[in-house]
Each structure stands twice: as C-alpha cells, then as structure tokens.
C-alpha cells in the first residue's frame, strides 16, 4: 500500500479489525520508509457493477460517489456516521447482489430514497430535491406534503 504522506510503495499492517457493521476491514498501516501512520479500510466487491446513466452513459459503480451524496443531504442533521455507513453499505450489497452487470442511476436513487426516508425525512426530501430536479418553491411544498401525509399513516 502506497504511503499517503512520502509515496513510498511499501507500508506495514500494524493492526486489522473488522468495521462496527462487519462489512469491511480497518487496517493500521505505517510507512517502511518515513514512519507515517495512516488508516485503510479493506472491502469485499462482488462483482463489477456498471451504472448506467441518463443518455446511456456508462460508468462504474463507485461507492464514493455514493457517500458524496447521502452525505450531502444529510449534512448538519446529526446523523450517526455509523448509520450511513450501514444505509451505504446496504445500498452497495443490493447493487452487486441484485445478478445485473448494469444498474440503471434511477434504481440507485430509489434505494437512497427508501433509505433516508426512514432516517431522516429532511435529508430525504434534499435528496428528492436533486434527483427528481425540483425547479420551483411549489415543488418542494408538494413534495414535503406527501411526505407529511406519510408520517401521519
């Protein structure tokens, strides 16, 4: 592993424990060359999924991308970290699970969607708001009357 400090090729695997929600390994590393102590967080990829995104663009699935954006809708709401992980996480194992070597982007929006609305219903309606493209105050009054509506059934 490459030394995030001096670039040095070679580091050492000081410790390894599994993360809280078991879904990957934290490793503490140090620098063979400047002595560097720096965090890596080993995951399991099941399979090469391809997103597949508006106008039939394609690009790999990439579980930081994802993190971007659920971190974004949910930011300044004090929101655990530990459960985004676990919404993210879950999210990625349906993705590779799911036997499709493409996933269309709308699919991963739904599945953030269905996440955040049971988390936190303003990072849900942030999310909705750039994904399904709000344009006007009025978009977001109707939206946030249905997820009202919801809350109450």
Do not use: N, W
């Not at 599994?18 to 990829?45: H, L, N, Y």
């Not at 991308?65 to 970290?81: N, T, Y």
């Not at 799911?98 to 999310?127: K, T, W």
């Amino acid at each position: 592993m490459r030394c995030p400090f001096c670039a040095y090729d070679d580091s050492q695997v000081k410790d390894s424990r599994p993360t809280e929600d078991g879904t990957s390994i934290r490793r503490r590393r140090q620098c063979s060359s400047c002595g560097a102590r720096f965090t890596t967080f080993e995951r399991v990829q099941l399979r090469e999924v391809v997103v597949v995104k508006s106008g039939d663009r394609r690009e790999p699935f990439e579980r930081s991308k994802l993190e971007q954006s659920v971190a974004l809708a949910c930011r300044k709401r004090g929101i655990d970290q530990e459960r985004l992980d676990q919404l993210i996480s879950g999210i990625q194992r349906q993705v590779e699970t799911s036997g499709e070597a493409e996933v269309p982007s709308a699919r991963i929006g739904e599945l953030v969607m269905e996440g955040l609305r049971q988390i936190d219903s303003v990072a849900y309606i942030r999310f909705a708001s750039v994904y399904r493209d709000f344009s006007e105050a009025r978009d977001f009054e109707e939206f946030a009357s249905t997820v009202q509506e919801a809350a109450k059934e």
